[in-house]
């Protein structure tokens, strides 16, 4: 059951994380006139689409990490102290305070990406940049210590 949940965390963890920062680059580095390449279509998505799919994507993949919270610190952390892995350790000690703080975020997220076009914009930049830098935060941590533990070890 473990192993279902922690995919399904990672799962949502991804979506949010190419939802977040394909917002943050629509938000932030809107594609210019002329033809499009690539990377401009890339920051050509209308950002506010994306604004409850996030809310709802954050709040279920910190749900998930929090019923699968108690299994890490019984199985992982334990064994990262043995081996005095401190800084691991201190590294998902601020995953999960980030993680709070964007959570407490979320209304004002949620509400400025709601504003009519051209209302709140410069809140828009900064909420989506902060929650997309906790989103890979998150993620990058997440990764670096399963690969520590091993994944089913």
């Not at 990377?39 to 998930?64: E, H, K, M």
Request: overall charge positive; aromatic content about 14%; hydrophobic content about 55%.
């Amino acid at each position: 059951m473990i192993t279902v949940l922690l995919i399904l965390h990672a799962l949502c963890a991804v979506f949010m994380l190419g939802a977040l920062t394909h917002q943050a680059m629509s938000a932030w580095w809107p594609p210019g006139p002329g033809p499009r390449s690539l990377f401009q279509s890339f920051r050509a998505v209308r950002g506010a689409a994306y604004t409850n799919t996030i809310v709802v994507l954050y709040v279920v993949t910190a749900t998930l990490g929090s019923i699968l919270y108690p299994t890490y610190r019984l199985a992982v952390r334990v064994v990262l102290e043995d081996l005095r892995f401190s800084a691991a350790n201190g590294i998902f000690e601020l995953k999960e305070h980030f993680v709070a703080l964007g959570l407490g975020m979320l209304p004002a997220y949620w509400y400025y990406w709601k504003r009519p076009p051209g209302e709140g914009v410069a809140a828009q930049r900064v909420l989506t940049l902060i929650l997309a830098l906790i989103v890979w935060w998150a993620f990058l941590v997440g990764h670096v210590l399963n690969n520590i533990r091993g994944f089913g070890s």
